[in-house]
Structure formats: C-alpha cells, structure tokens
C-alpha cells in the first residue's frame, strides 16, 4: 500500500494509520524533550545505570562477549529510549485515531502512567531499577516531570501532525 493512499481519510485503516504515524511522530518528539530534560535534571544516582544502559549492556555482552563501552552509553540509552517512545506514541496515536483535537490533560495521564508503568513498577520489578522507596523524593520527581513532558509533547505533536494530516483530504 502506498503512503498516499493510507493517509486518505475514508476508511477506518487509513484513519488508523495515520493515527498511528502521528503518534509515532509525537513519540519521538515526546522522547527527545524527555532526554533533554533528564539530561540536566537528576534523575539517578551518578554511579547507577540506568535500566536502558543495563539492558544494552547484557544484550551486547550475549551478542559480542563484550559489554558496552563507556564511552557509548549516553548512545546505547537512546538506542533503547526512542523505539520505546515511539512505541508508546504510536499506541497512544491510534487510540485517539479519530480525535484531532489538542488535549493537554491526556498528555498529562500519557506521561504520568508512563512513568507509573516503567519506573514505578515494571522495572523495579524486574531488577534494573531501584524500589520506588529507596529512591529519593527529588528524583523521583524529576523522572515523573520528565515523562510528564514526554506526554505533553507527544500530545502536541501527535495533534498538530494528525491536523495536517487530515487537511490534505
């Protein structure tokens, strides 16, 4: 199937993809102002790996013998941080599919159950990060503001892209 015939308007498959490509869209928009902005606020603990880095890292220890190099782990975070991201947006873009309409507040919900399901749970759960409670008050409020900006920008994106995306119709 064509780009150009998915992005019409007149079915519910190309409503959905092109829900789904504003999400992603947004996604990655959502993922790059997280980084940014984990990248000046504390977020860990500066000896602590972070879950991305220690997922690569045993990846890439299976697949070569060798773990990551120092030097590369600032890369190998993103290399796990941006498909998550636009995993995420393209699922949060095909549930709002037909709703072109900016909402803010379902930004807000989209970052803070992020976190919820990642910080908060999954990966304590799985061992590659710290229990909520033996993480500090202030960093855990900046890892929830970050992915708090994660889905108000994945929102914004994801609702100017579909806009676009439906006046070409």
Do not use: C
């Not at 150009?4 to 490509?21: E, F, M, N, V, W």
């Not at 860990?44 to 220690?54: D, G, P």
């Amino acid at each position: 199937m064509k780009v150009q015939t998915l992005l019409k308007k007149d079915s519910y498959s190309k409503a959905a993809g092109r829900g789904l490509l504003a999400g992603v869209i947004g996604g990655l928009a959502g993922t790059a102002v997280k980084s940014l902005v984990e990248h000046f606020l504390t977020v860990r603990e500066v000896e602590q790996r972070s879950a991305q880095i220690k997922i690569v890292d045993d990846l890439s220890t299976k697949i070569t013998g060798s773990p990551i190099s120092v030097d590369n782990e600032e890369l190998a975070e993103q290399l796990v941080n941006f498909p998550i991201g636009a995993s995420v947006g393209a699922a949060y873009g095909f549930g709002k599919k037909d709703n072109e309409k900016l909402n803010i507040t379902d930004g807000i919900i989209l970052g803070g159950s992020t976190w919820i399901s990642t910080h908060e749970t999954s990966l304590p759960m799985m061992g590659l990060e710290p229990k909520p409670t033996d993480v500090p008050m202030r960093m855990q409020f900046n890892e929830l503001f970050a992915h708090v900006l994660f889905g108000i920008t994945t929102e914004v994106v994801r609702s100017t892209v579909l806009q676009r995306l439906n006046e070409r119709d």
